[in-house]
């Protein structure tokens, strides 16, 4: 495996849990941030592909990295572009492969601040750069980044299983498994154990305290298209955090079916705009 295309996963940007450059961003921003989703998306493929040795996987995002700077991988290399045609600091991708090689190296997480630290380079960099796309203040990156590492944790709890059973890596943090009780090997059952259960509705708990830290970021936000994107984000992660208490992603899916995801959108946009207007 030598290229990002060996790697691929086939999954786009309609695929994921929230929106991604959705039609609320003004056409002008869409080009650079689905530059940095097809790179986020690569090197994504590289550090969780199931089969490839840990050898060949570093491989592949040191190439992703040589693109940044010019000489590597084609959608690196674009995004590279991308960023030098807007004065964008290449540091938010470089963070995000400091990321996907953590993946690589590291499949256990010790507390919920090891977890937090691993967020900060593998979420927070994609909402700082969305946000210097389109020339906001910085003083929003702590709201933002509060909204990024909620969003990843809800990725890892509804695909706490799948992590687990195909690549063999966890991340539930050891002192939360162990004040409940759970084990690692829960992971691999069919529907959860109740100690399992009692650590993800736990996970999902201070998940909601970072949602409470960001619930802000959309009215500090400029540009009231992108507000508005942040404003259908927030509810949807409110949401998806919700059923995760309620519900066990071991035993289905806990996600928003197209249809229902388009009208609790519709919702969200109502109650931002209404707020906006008062």
């Not at 592909?49 to 592949?60: C, V």
């Not at 919700?242 to 109502?270: F, N, Q, S, T």
Request: charged share 25%; glycine share 6%.
């Amino acid at each position: 495996m030598s290229t990002a295309a060996d790697f691929a996963s086939g999954k786009g940007h309609r695929d994921e849990n929230f929106p991604v450059a959705s039609r609320l961003i003004a056409p002008a921003h869409r080009a650079p941030i689905m530059a940095f989703y097809r790179f986020a998306r690569a090197a994504d493929d590289i550090a969780d592909h199931p089969a490839a040795a840990p050898a060949d996987k570093l491989a592949g995002l040191a190439a992703m990295r040589a693109g940044l700077a010019g000489d590597g991988a084609p959608e690196a290399m674009a995004l590279a572009a991308a960023m030098a045609e807007r004065g964008i600091d290449p540091a938010h991708a470089n963070e995000l492969l400091d990321a996907f090689e953590q993946d690589v190296r590291v499949a256990r997480y010790q507390s919920w601040d090891s977890l937090m630290a691993y967020c900060r380079l593998s979420a927070a960099p994609v909402g700082r750069f969305v946000l210097d796309v389109h020339g906001e203040d910085r003083a929003c990156w702590p709201a933002s980044d509060a909204l990024c590492a909620a969003l990843q944790i809800v990725n890892h709890l509804q695909d706490c299983g799948k992590d687990y059973r195909a690549l063999d890596r966890v991340y539930l943090p050891a002192d939360m498994l162990a004040v409940t009780g759970a084990r690692i090997d829960d992971l691999a059952a069919p529907a959860a154990s109740p100690a399992l259960r009692a650590t993800i509705t736990l996970m999902a708990a201070r998940t909601q305290e970072l949602l409470a830290d960001s619930a802000r970021f959309a009215g500090m936000i400029r540009d009231r298209r992108l507000a508005s994107e942040v404003a259908v984000i927030q509810r949807l992660a409110e949401s998806l955090t919700r059923r995760l208490m309620a519900r066990d992603p071991l035993a289905g899916r806990v996600h928003h079916g197209k249809a229902e995801a388009a009208l609790r959108a519709a919702w969200a946009l109502a109650r931002h705009w209404a707020g906006s207007w008062r």
